[in-house]
Antibody, heavy 119, light 110 residues
Framework: QVQLVESGGGVVQPGRSLRLSCAASGFTFSSHGVHWVRQAPGKGLEWVAVISYDGTNKYYADSVKGRFTISRDNSKKALYLQMNSLRVEDTAVYYC????????????WGQGTLVTVSS | QSALTQPASVSGSPGLSITISCTGTSSDVGGYNYVSWYQQHPGKAPKLMIYEVSNRPSGVPDRFSGSKSGNTASLTISGLQAEDEADYYCSSYTSTSTRIFGGGTKLTVL
């Protein structure tokens, strides 16, 4: 079955960096686009970034552009999110999510990892 | 990148039907059939309920249905059940190859 397991969350001070990882299993990772989506405490879902199946195309939300970098390693079936210059408003549960095959629709989500930005 | 517009809350009695709207623009909801709906219970990850406007993944009850007219998509849940009480989010592909979510709708089953 499709599994996406996030890791790397924690408490970090404003202005510092953090790297999130997502381990995929149960499907052909190299065939699917994958996303990061976040949810601040008590708030709605906010799309963060997407990377194409082969890593050539990357798109970001305006709120993180220039600070966050999405990447993937298909040989390791892994997705990453490098988060720099973190702000208090980046505090959220970060979900890794998969697109359906060749269709821009998210169909599976991980359980999320909590990032808290606080001094 | 403003969020798609959803009502903050809806409610309905068991056995009855409710509809949640999701309004965007011609650059997202109105321009593509890549509209999806997600159900999220407290403390859980979202679950795909409807994809490509009106398609149900296997395992999703046929009480859940979707539609679209112009820039507004809709999710209808018929025969409401207690377990349907959750937050619901719409999402769309956009003209800039990004994605956008609605603000979310809290469904209360009375």
């Amino acid at each position: 079955q499709v599994q996406l397991v996030e890791s790397g969350g924690g408490v970090v001070q404003p202005g510092r960096s953090l790297r999130l990882s997502c381990a995929a299993s149960g499907f052909t990772f190299s065939s699917h686009g994958v996303h990061w989506v976040r949810q601040a405490p008590g708030k709605g879902l906010e799309w963060v970034a997407v990377i194409s199946y082969d890593g050539t195309n990357k798109y970001y939300a305006d709120s993180v552009k220039g600070r966050f970098t999405i990447s993937r390693d298909n040989s390791k079936k892994a997705l990453y999110l490098q988060m720099n210059s973190l702000r208090v408003e980046d505090t959220a549960v970060y979900y890794c999510a998969r697109d359906r095959l060749a269709v821009p629709i998210v169909d599976y989500w991980g359980q999320g990892t909590l990032v808290t930005v606080s001094s | 990148q403003s969020a798609l517009t959803q009502p903050a809350s809806v409610s309905g009695s068991p056995g009855l039907s409710i509809t949640i709207s999701c309004t965007g623009t011609s650059s997202d909801v109105g321009g593509y059939n890549y509209v999806s709906w997600y159900q999220q219970h407290p403390g859980k990850a979202p679950k795909l309920m409807i994809y490509e406007v009106s398609n149900r993944p296997s395992g999703v009850p046929d009480r859940f249905s979707g539609s679209k007219s112009g820039n507004t998509a809709s999710l209808t849940i018929s025969g409401l059940q207690a377990e349907d009480e959750a937050d619901y989010y719409c999402s769309s592909y956009t003209s800039t190859s990004t994605r956008i979510f609605g603000g979310g709708t809290k469904l209360t089953v009375l």
